[in-house]
């Protein structure tokens, strides 16, 4: 037998708080949505480590503000709202950022950065530090927009 695990849905998540807070569902629907945002990029459980945690709900009050007003008139703080959600999805607990993060499967790509070395001819990072040292050293005389485009005509006659 295949075990089906289901997810609940915002709309199913925005009814419960509806039930609890008072008011009607459409009065917390955004912030349920912002929590499971991540499932359009992945519609597994796993989406859940991008904001169900005691860190997603600090970042949910930078979004939604501190409280808001429901449809009955009454100040609910949006942390309680995002308790809420987090404990319905991660059976009663609200796990911290470092308890999703602990449990992914290192890969070769994530630990091996570099920096990409500058080769060539080409102007490498802001133009404007090359066209003020050349200024400045008497090369030119002409504006930005001059002599980046003098530049690229030479880069194409060279090439």
Same mark, same amino acid.
């Given at each position: 037998?295949?075990?089906v695990?289901?997810?609940?849905h ?5 009814e ?9 569902p459409?009065?917390?629907?955004s912030?349920?949505?912002?929590f499971d945002?991540s499932?359009?990029h992945?519609?597994l459980?796993t ?14 009050e930078?979004?939604f503000g501190l ?7 009454? #100040?609910i703080?949006v942390? !309680?709202?995002?308790e809420?959600?987090i404990?319905e999805?991660?059976q $009663?607990?609200?796990?911290s @950022? &470092?308890?999703?993060l602990?449990r ?5 790509w994530?630990?091996n950065g ?7 001819s080409?102007?490498?990072g #802001?133009?404007?530090?090359? !066209? ?5 050293a008497g090369?030119t005389?002409? $504006?930005?927009k001059?002599? @980046? &485009?003098?530049r690229a005509?030479?880069?194409?006659r060279s090439?």
């Amino acid at each position: 037998m295949t075990r089906v695990f289901e997810m609940a849905h915002p709309l199913h998540h925005a009814e419960s708080s509806a039930r609890k807070f008072g008011g009607v569902p459409s009065d917390y629907q955004s912030i349920h949505d912002w929590f499971d945002a991540s499932k359009e990029h992945l519609a597994l459980f796993t989406h859940r480590a991008m904001r169900h945690h005691a860190q997603g709900l600090y970042e949910a009050e930078r979004v939604f503000g501190l409280s808001l007003t429901n449809s009955a008139g009454r #100040d609910i703080s949006v942390r !309680w709202i995002g308790e809420q959600h987090i404990r319905e999805d991660c059976q $009663g607990r609200i796990p911290s @950022m &470092a308890d999703w993060l602990r449990r992914i499967q290192p890969e070769p790509w994530m630990a091996n950065g570099h920096i990409d070395r500058h080769v060539g001819s080409e102007p490498c990072g #802001d133009p404007r530090v090359a !066209w003020a040292s050349e200024v400045a050293a008497g090369r030119t005389v002409l $504006g930005l927009k001059d002599w @980046m &485009a003098a530049r690229a005509t030479q880069a194409t006659r060279s090439a």
